[in-house]
């Protein structure tokens, strides 16, 4: 008898812990049929450092709309939401991360300035973007570089932690950020 009622306070408890996750803020990650995607990069946060390294790079400020692509716990649109003043959107294709991410900009308190969705990166909408960051493997750079070129506006900073476009693009400028390397790109004239 005793076992029966540990089993239904624990599953009462997981379906209000689910409830809660639910209500905490407007994104896509739920909306309509969920479709299945496979993640290329698993999900690895930058550190702190490396978070505002990458933000300092780019110049964030006020006027700024940071897209992070394959954004995970959303980290980076946080930090540009909350300590430079920027808006942000986190693109990620993993629903896992994408939760934290939306409870992690209410606790900050920018849920309004941020916002999060689940996707693949190669049909995101990125035209707002003044600023992209980027924290995945080089070979999906690569893939993804076309599409950042075609539909980022010129003067656009592109930032990568850890891995780049290889002898594709050459970085304008490169910076450590404790042990991590940084590379900042701006997006040419057409």
Request: with cysteine; charged share 25%; proline share 6%.
């Amino acid at each position: 008898m005793k076992h029966a009622g540990f089993v239904s306070l624990a599953l009462a408890a997981v379906l209000a812990g689910c409830s809660a996750l639910e209500s905490l803020g407007d994104t896509r990650i739920t909306d309509g049929p969920v479709p299945v995607f496979d993640a290329e990069v698993p999900f690895f946060p930058s550190t702190d450092e490396a978070v505002r390294g990458m933000l300092e790079l780019a110049g964030t400020g006020p006027q700024d709309v940071v897209y992070d692509l394959g954004c995970g716990d959303g980290r980076i649109v946080i930090a540009a939401a909350k300590d430079f003043g920027a808006r942000g959107v986190g693109i990620d294709i993993d629903p896992a991360p994408l939760r934290m991410a939306v409870y992690n900009a209410r606790r900050a308190g920018v849920e309004d300035r941020v916002r999060f969705e689940r996707g693949d990166l190669f049909e995101a909408d990125i035209h707002d973007a003044t600023v992209v960051t980027l924290f995945l493997f080089e070979s999906l750079n690569r893939r993804l570089l076309p599409k950042l070129l075609r539909e980022l506006r010129p003067g656009t900073r592109i930032v990568a932690h850890r891995y780049g476009f290889g002898d594709v693009w050459s970085p304008e400028k490169t910076v450590q950020a404790g042990t991590s390397t940084l590379y900042r790109w701006t997006v040419p004239r057409r």
